[in-house]
């Protein structure tokens, strides 16, 4: 049974944990022996991008351009193995070392931890499993009656103020990761985790962007280098 005696700890995927973006990537690993698919998915990808940018299509659309050319139909099974493959090549190099080393930190204190990611459910959680965590949200997949997988997700992009949502549901069914002594810390790179670093306890702005790094001076988030 899990300690929960401790602090909760919550940490962002992409570029926190991880050095690198892990959904790009995931898909070359789909495409890379399928060069006939390189064109379209690039074109397609290219194409929402820009539109997501003008503001004329929501974020999510990026993801499921991407999906439609190599992932879409793929049965869950399938899905899965190559998640873990991923996962079998991120955690040993792919990881900040000052990530790792805050990771067996909170664990040393008995602190509960989570990961709470705009990245697909089944990416996030292969990682997860590697590292020992227990708990993670991240932008769930849809299967379908044949377990394969669908075109669209089935939740919202957890992405921006929506990891606010998904925690405070989250915190709400499961009331024993939220004690009144209980401190929450939030870890991110990135300035659209503004909402969720303010809700928590206590922001701490990994290796920020350039907006993070403004927002953490007025906010009094902590700033930590994780690349050594």
């Known amino acids: 049974m899990t300690d929960l005696s401790g602090n909760l700890a919550i940490f962002d995927l992409d570029y926190t944990l991880t050095k690198r973006g892990t959904w790009g990537r995931f898909v070359w690993q789909m495409v ?3 060069p006939h698919l390189w064109i379209p998915l690039l074109v397609s990808a290219g ?6 940018k003008r503001g004329k299509l929501p974020r999510v659309r990026v993801k499921q351009a991407m ?9 869950q099974q399938k899905m899965l193995a190559e998640a873990e493959v991923f996962a079998g090549r991120e955690v040993p190099g792919g990881l900040r070392p000052g990530a790792i080393d805050k990771l067996n ?36 997949m849809a299967w ?3 377990n394969c997988l669908s075109p669209e997700f089935a939740s919202p992009n957890c992405y921006g103020p929506e990891k606010v949502k998904r925690l405070t549901a989250f915190l709400s069914e499961n009331p024993q990761l939220k004690q009144n002594h209980t401190i929450i810390t ?3 790179d ?5 909402e969720i670093l303010q809700y928590c306890d ?16 007025k906010l009094g988030f902590e700033i930590v280098d994780w690349n050594t």
């Open 105 to 140: 930190w909170h664990r040393e204190c008995g602190d509960t931890i989570m990961i709470v990611s705009a990245a697909a459910n089944i990416i996030a959680e292969a990682i997860a499993r590697k590292l020992n965590i227990e708990y993670v949200i991240a932008t769930d």
């Open 144 to 146: 379908d009656k044949h």
């Open 47 to 52: 194409t929402t991008q820009f539109r997501y």
């Open 67 to 75: 999906m439609r050319w190599c992932m879409v139909g793929k049965p």
């Open 186 to 188: 939030m870890y991110s």
């Open 190 to 194: 990135s300035y659209s985790d503004l």
């Open 202 to 217: 206590k922001g701490v702005a990994v290796n920020p962007d350039k907006k993070l790094a403004g927002a953490a001076d």
């Open 32 to 34: 890379k022996g399928r």
